[in-house]
Structure formats: C-alpha cells, structure tokens
C-alpha cells in the first residue's frame, strides 16, 4: 500500500481486480453500460459501508463533494443516486456474492489457528446459526414473514478461526433455518455448534455419516434411553454424561446409532442446559466449552447489524437488498484482512471508526492504526460489542 494513495485507495487495493473483472464477464454486469460501471458500483456501495452513509441521496452529497478525488479513489462513472440505484435494481447481485467467497477464502487462510480450542482438538470448529433482519412488507412485497411484516433471514456458518463466515445464505423470512444443512458442504473432521433450532435428526446423522462432529442443543421433551454413563469430577459444571439412544418413533429411524448426552449446571445464569454429540472421545467439559463457543455467530450478527449498512437499504428490490448485503460483507472481510496483515490491536469497531474519518487522507493504515491519538480513543459504549477483541 503506498503512502502517497488515500485510506480508501488503500482497502480498495485489497480486492483482488482481476477476479471482480471475470465475475463481470461472466454475468454480464457491464453488458449495454457506457458510464457507471460495476466496478463503480461496487466502490460508491462499499464507501457507503465505510463511512455508515444513510441513503443514496447522502452517498451522492458526500462523494460530489469531494469532485477532484472520485478518480483517485478509482470511481469513474458519475455517483449520482438514480445511477447507483438503478445498478443495485438491475445488476446481477451474484457477481458480489462470489466475490465475498473469494475474500473469506483469503481471509481464513490469514485467521489459520486463531481459536485455541480449535488448535486443542486439530480440527475447524463452525458455529451454525440464523438472523432475522426486519423489513416493511409493503415497501419489500417479495420478503414473506409474517401476516403484515416482511423480512430477510441470513444463514451463516461462522468459521471460529477469525470469526469468519464460511458459508453465507439470504432467504425470505418464511425458510427456516434447519434447511441451510442440506446446502453446506461438510468437511470431515469439523465441528458443528448448533441451537435447539438445527434438531433434525435425520440431517445429524448425515452429518455423522460424513465423519463430522456436531455439538447441539437438546430439547426437554427429547426421549433417550441412557445405556450407561461415563465419570465425571462432580466438583465441575458437569452433572451427566451419558450414551444412550434415541427411543422416540421417528427419530431412533433417523438416527439409529448411539448419542452422547451431556447435562452442564449454568452458574451465572442459574439453569441447566443439555448437549448432544456424535464425540465419544473429548471430554465432557470440552462439549461445553465448544457450545460456549457459539456464541461468536450470535455477536457476530450483532456486530454487522450495529456497524455495517445491512438493516437498512438503499433499494427495495430483492437485487438491491442482497446486492447491499454482499458488498457489506465484502467490506468487513477486507477490513477484518486489513486487522490481520497490519497486526492491529484494536476491535473491528474500532478500525472502523478510524478509517470512516481518515477515508481521504494520503496516509499509509499501518501509520494510521499506530498514530498514538487514535489509541486513547474509547467507544461511546462501554457495552458495545467488539469482535476480534475477546
């Protein structure tokens, strides 16, 4: 990055222009357009991420603003808001789609070895979850949720290794989550954290027939028979550890072989709470630390909704929507990149807020993040959620 190109000239050299030129091509996003390009496109819409602008109009002020710059921050084709609006109505919004793959793949090739349980049992562990993005059913006809409320839902498979997502699904409101495990390609070996909301046995045992592992919430009406216990230090958390089989109906023919059943005390919240597993091998206390470990998809979607442009959109369309949505994604890989290959301290949220009011200045980011006035800055919640920051 070089010290004489602004901050934003500095993230936009992390996305790799070749690969974004093919997925052009190959859907076709410059076909019949002169003026604004997708690359343009994608640039004004990741400025919009950047600096947290709140709608096309206000994108179109504070670029126009800045005239002399639009070139140096690689824009070209005239911001203005029908030209934006019309490309998140019109064009293809897979070309960002298969974009954020190519930037998680380079990301979690950074973020390699980042979990310390992961390291502890050799393996990747994924966290499995679900969000409910609320929409207005009249302005967003096509989001089906309920009677007279609209919504997206976003799937997500959260490598813990840098908190990065994996795999990423935005669908209507109505599609319940449980049917994303039929869409994930599974990787033996790994690790699957999922809620009470994934209890479907037959697509358990699909994954335990491709040699995975999953660490699941049980519900309290679940019929098992225990065939035996396992020891445990009665001192700890744990108060059972079983293996048994299931005994209702239709699920013992969906999972006919043994489970392992692990019931933990929850101190600080005063509750029980009951894990299943295909792992017959770790320990009881390691099941219960990786289900802790879940939580990072739950901050992870808590942090994107407070920081990132994705609970309000710039457009109505079905297009518009998942078009803002995947280059918001785009821009929290790149920064959490930018994290990584800078070895920043800081939080995300923090990174953000730096880049957001130095976006046009000529200074190199590894200068920035050090300048030691940004150091005694402190976020204006003392409860806000940090990622990259445990």
Same mark, same amino acid.
């Given at each position: 990055m070089n010290p004489g190109r602004s901050v934003f000239s500095q993230i936009v050299d992390l996305y790799p222009k070749y690969h974004f030129d093919k997925l052009v091509q190959k859907y076709k996003g410059d076909f019949n357009t002169r003026h604004f390009k997708t690359w343009d496109q994608f640039l004004c819409m990741t400025f919009a991420q950047l600096t947290y602008r709140s709608s096309l109009r206000d994108i179109e002020a504070c670029?126009?603003?800045?005239?002399?710059?639009?070139?140096?921050?690689?824009?070209?084709?005239?911001?203005?808001?029908?030209?934006?609006?019309?490309?998140?109505q019109r064009r293809d919004w897979h070309i960002y789609f298969e974009f954020a793959q190519i930037l998680i793949e380079r990301a979690r090739e950074l973020y390699h070895h980042e979990n310390p349980i992961s390291e502890e049992l050799n393996s990747?562990?994924?966290?499995?979850?679900?969000?409910?993005?609320?929409?207005?059913?009249?302005?967003? %006809?096509?989001?089906?949720? #309920?009677? =007279?409320?609209?919504? !997206? @839902?976003?799937?997500?498979?959260?490598?813990?290794?840098?908190?990065?997502?994996?795999?990423?699904?935005?669908?209507?409101?109505?599609?319940?989550?449980?049917?994303?495990?039929?869409?994930?390609?599974?990787?033996?070996g790994s690790y699957y954290l999922m809620d009470r909301g994934y209890l479907d046995f037959k697509r358990l045992y699909r994954i335990?027939?491709?040699?995975?592992?999953?660490?699941?919430?049980?519900?309290?009406?679940?019929?098992?028979?225990?065939?035996y216990s396992s020891p445990f230090d009665p001192v700890s958390k744990i108060r059972a550890d079983q293996i048994g089989v299931l005994?209702?109906?239709?699920?013992?023919?969906?999972? %006919?072989?043994?489970?392992? #059943?692990? =019931?933990?005390?929850? !101190? @600080?919240?005063?509750?029980y709470l009951t894990f299943l597993t295909n792992n017959f091998e770790i320990s009881a206390i390691t099941v219960a630390e990786l289900y802790k470990n879940r939580w990072k998809v739950e901050l992870f979607f808590k942090w994107i909704k407070q920081h990132l442009?994705?609970?309000?959109?710039?457009?109505?369309?079905?297009?518009?929507?998942?078009?803002?949505?995947?280059?918001?994604?785009?821009?929290?890989?790149?920064?959490?990149?930018?994290?990584?290959?800078?070895?920043?301290?800081?939080?995300?949220?923090?990174?953000?807020?730096?880049?957001?009011?130095?976006?046009?200045?000529?200074?190199?980011?590894?200068?920035?993040?050090?300048?030691?006035?940004?150091?005694?800055? =402190?976020?204006?919640?003392?409860?806000?959620?940090?990622?990259?920051?445990?």
């Open positions: 670029l126009l603003a800045q005239p002399q710059k639009l070139y140096h921050m690689g824009i070209n084709g005239k911001p203005s808001r029908n030209n934006i609006a019309r490309a998140n990747t562990v994924y966290a499995l979850d679900a969000t409910t993005i609320d929409l207005c059913l009249s302005m967003f %006809p096509w989001a089906s949720f #309920r009677k =007279k409320k609209g919504a !997206v @839902k976003l799937h997500t498979l959260l490598d813990l290794n840098g908190s990065i997502p994996s795999f990423i699904k935005i669908t209507d409101g109505l599609v319940h989550e449980v049917r994303i495990l039929d869409e994930i390609m599974l990787e033996p335990h027939l491709n040699h995975c592992f999953f660490v699941i919430r049980a519900k309290k009406n679940l019929k098992f028979r225990r065939l005994e209702g109906f239709y699920t013992k023919q969906d999972y %006919p072989e043994k489970l392992r #059943r692990i =019931k933990i005390y929850d !101190v @600080k919240n005063d509750k442009r994705i609970k309000q959109f710039y457009g109505t369309s079905f297009n518009a929507v998942k078009t803002q949505i995947w280059i918001g994604i785009c821009v929290y890989v790149a920064v959490a990149i930018i994290k990584k290959k800078h070895d920043i301290p800081f939080s995300l949220y923090k990174i953000l807020q730096i880049l957001s009011v130095t976006i046009f200045e000529k200074v190199p980011i590894y200068q920035l993040v050090k300048n030691e006035s940004y150091k005694n800055i =402190k976020l204006e919640d003392p409860n806000q959620l940090t990622l990259f920051d445990y």
